[in-house]
């Protein structure tokens, strides 16, 4: 990308700690309000379902069975199906449109959804709205892997994802008007209406104003963007290449971390759209009136974005993801033993609603997850790659969850609460096995320096605030200073290395930077855990 703009990617440049504020400032103001509005609507348009069969769609439409829990799966098995077509893409096309183009359809998809009235004209439609929605995870991760350093990647990525809890949120409220409406138009057609002709809009905004790369992003200078770029150099990550690399495709397929991050994602995904399925139902078993069902998932949407923002900066500041990701695991458990133990019923309407709370930090773990499979992958086809097996993992666990709970076992569901909690026990089993693994990576990854004449221990500044990372350079720099003169005053005219022996210069750590090699290829890559 730097060659686009006349620059040598081997060519360091200086970017200051107010430039780099400036910046991300003006990455945050241009891109953010984009991602954050899709990612709501995304949420949104899938929490449909669960608000319509407050409002009748069961009754109406003669579900019968698992009917209506399969209406949740199928969402998610579009999603599983789509994820590596959507990988190509995602590689090969512009991503900026290309998601544009998906955000549109499914926008159709849910409007259309208005007049669906028997069981498979209901799945056919979810079945679309899945497909189309499969771009905007991954897209996301690749968006988020291509404008900001490392250290801010968990924050953002927590902040997209944040919208499912707002979803229950300002979600519930719309929702609680919009049925209130006075219409021949059952309340749940109301629904579909207003929030597939709403996404529709929001896809044309996107269109015109998100960037496919940092070099054609309208809203920097020309110098700004080689600045956008360049402070993503720490990363170690490469750039968007547009070229579909095999090796990396295999690699990924080999790399035993890929699959722990993809069982990981599947444990938590299983109780994540189980209880977003049936939470309604769960909340209507012990709170009778519809309306006050919807206007409870206020408090419990703004417990989420709680529990997101918190773990995203906790997980920034500690610089650590599988401690904070164990210790969300903890009150599910907690709050699952408790909707278990008590009667689904008025008089122990408290009890079970702290222990519905609980259930609200499982939502900080999964955008943790996606934050810590892509600070630890390299190389454009490995990292596209990795988020669609990734997010596989994520709409298996999805189409899993709402099939352990059928309205059969209404009000108490406990083969579902039984099953979640054994999932959640092994999240934190994965969790410490992968810490392991990253370990002895970052190991293996010294040795290899080791042998090729560079330091053992590296300074990872990806992780750093731009100031930080100043002092830190001008810290190494002076310390290479005092080494070559040493080096002279002892005769040895080998100022920054023997390239001939294979012993390199420690300042070319940064030369791969932009190279379109994998993390594993890449001896410099400091992995995170």
């Not at 988020?144 to 944040?162: A, D, L, N, P, V």
């Not at 409406?181 to 015109?208: E, N, R």
């Not at 080791?450 to 731009?466: H, P, R, Y």
């Amino acid at each position: 990308m730097l060659i686009k703009l006349g620059r040598s990617p081997d060519e360091i440049i200086t970017v200051s700690p107010a430039d780099d504020a400036r910046i991300l400032r003006r990455i945050d103001i241009a891109l953010l309000p984009l991602m954050l509005s899709v990612y709501f609507l995304q949420a949104l348009d899938k929490a449909t379902l669960s608000y319509a069969s407050i409002f009748g769609l069961i009754d109406d439409t003669d579900l019968v069975g698992d009917e209506f829990s399969w209406l949740g799966s199928i969402v998610y098995l579009a999603q599983l199906i789509m994820q590596l077509p959507l990988a190509w893409a995602l590689v090969k096309l512009p991503i900026g449109k290309f998601t544009s183009a998906m955000v549109l359809a499914w926008g159709i998809t849910l409007a259309g959804m208005t007049w669906a009235h028997t069981f498979g004209q209901l799945m056919a439609a979810r079945f679309f709205l899945g497909a189309f929605e499969a771009c905007v995870g991954p897209a996301f991760v690749a968006i988020t892997q291509m404008w900001w350093r490392r250290r801010e990647q968990t924050m953002r990525i927590g902040s997209w994802y944040c919208m499912n809890g707002l979803t229950w949120v300002f979600g519930s409220l719309i929702t609680y008007g919009l049925a209130s409406i006075d219409s021949s138009m059952k309340p749940y057609q109301i629904i579909f209406l207003f929030f597939g002709v709403l996404t529709v809009a929001v896809s044309g905004a996107m269109f015109f104003w998100m960037p496919d790369s940092p070099t054609e992003a309208k809203f920097l200078s020309d110098e700004d963007k080689i600045l956008a770029i360049e402070r993503l150099r720490n990363n170690q990550m490469g750039v968007m290449s547009r070229e579909w690399r095999y090796a990396h495709f295999f690699e990924t397929l080999q790399d035993p971390k890929t699959w722990l991050w993809v069982v990981m994602i599947f444990c938590i995904s299983v109780p994540s759209n189980g209880v977003s399925t049936f939470g309604p139902l769960i909340i209507k078993s012990f709170v009778t009136d519809p309306y006050r069902t919807i206007l409870f998932n206020v408090p419990v949407g703004l417990s989420h974005v709680l529990a997101v923002s918190l773990s995203a900066y906790a997980s920034m500041k500690w610089k650590l993801k599988g401690p904070v990701i164990v210790l969300l695991c903890i009150p599910p458990i907690i709050g699952f033993s408790i909707l278990l133990h008590f009667p689904h019923d008025i008089e122990h309407r408290a009890i079970l609603l702290a222990g519905y709370f609980c259930l609200s930090t499982f939502t900080g773990i999964t955008p943790l997850i996606y934050s810590w499979s892509a600070q630890n992958t390299a190389g454009d086809t490995k990292r596209k790659c990795t988020s669609a097996l990734v997010f596989i993992g994520s709409s298996a666990g999805n189409i899993v969850g709402p099939l352990l709970f059928t309205p059969d076992e209404a009000p108490s569901y406990s083969r579902g609460l039984r099953a979640n909690i054994v999932f959640f026990v092994m999240v934190i089993l994965f969790v410490g096995i992968t810490s392991l693994y990253l370990r002895y990576l970052n190991s293996d990854h010294a040795n290899r320096r080791v042998a090729l004449g560079k330091n053992a221990v590296i300074l990872d500044m990806s992780l750093e605030t731009a100031e930080e990372v100043e002092r830190m350079e001008s810290l190494e720099q002076a310390m290479r200073e005092g080494t070559q003169r040493l080096s002279e005053e002892n005769g040895d005219t080998r100022l920054g290395g023997d390239e001939e022996n294979g012993v390199q210069p420690d300042d070319l750590k940064g030369r791969k930077a932009f190279a379109d090699i994998t993390d594993l290829e890449n001896e410099d890559f400091v992995f995170v855990f």
